[in-house]
């Protein structure tokens, strides 16, 4: 539902017709690509650039991977095997937290999509697919004109079939930078969560440079879409 946040309100059926005129986005079921058997989806960044009178999009080379808590089994409607909105698993991990193995909490506990199999073909792929895209975002976007230099930060929720193909679920016009575990640690020291971390970089690349030009810092980090 357009009103919904932390994965509520979502539903899975196989009779979709009752919800077409409702205030509801319909998205039909691929096959999808599992890890450790399960359904996983990447949530990447995306920063609208307002500079010189020109919109610009950039999109993050890195991105955070959430999995559903169960495996998955074909044809299942279970919640659980199907969605990996992260306040969904918290929830979830939070109720069975004394009840959950260590083994297990490692098989959905987040991921940098940089560390996954694959990665080099997901992210061409996934350049390609917002390449293609950009026309339509641009025409529902619209960005602050009155302030040169202006920035937004979208985060886009995607998922990957058996092909590495991948398909938009969303696009969440005020992305949540939350702290989550797992909690990365160094000996005694803290070091940030894969949030903060992306985060920090997109600071570094337009909050806190000179806006001087339209180019971001890094490259490494970034891509014109």
Known sequence: PNEGQGGEGIIITKDPKEYVDKDYAIQKQIIPNLVNGRIWTVRI???ANYFN?????????NGIVRFAIFEYEKDSQEYNQLI??????KRYTNDYKNKLSKNMIGKI??????KMDN???????????MK???????????????????YHVLGLDV????NEKPYVLEINQCPMFC????????????????????YIEIIKNFIKRPLRDETPISNNFLFKI
């Open 45 to 47: 960044y995306i920063i």
């Open 159 to 162: 998922i990957f079939d058996k």
């Open 119 to 129: 990665y080099q073909i997901r992210i061409k792929n996934l350049k390609t697919m």
């Open 132 to 150: 293609e895209s950009k026309d339509k975002l641009k025409e529902h976007f619209e960005p602050n004109k009155e302030v040169n230099g202006s």
């Open 109 to 114: 506990s987040s991921k940098l999509l940089r």
């Open 84 to 89: 990996t909105n992260e306040a969904a698993v």
């Open 179 to 198: 702290i989550t575990p797992p909690l990365i640690k160094y000996g005694d020291n803290r070091i940030a969560s894969y949030e903060e971390r992306i």
């Open 53 to 61: 009178n020109k919109l610009t999009f950039w999109m993050t080379r």
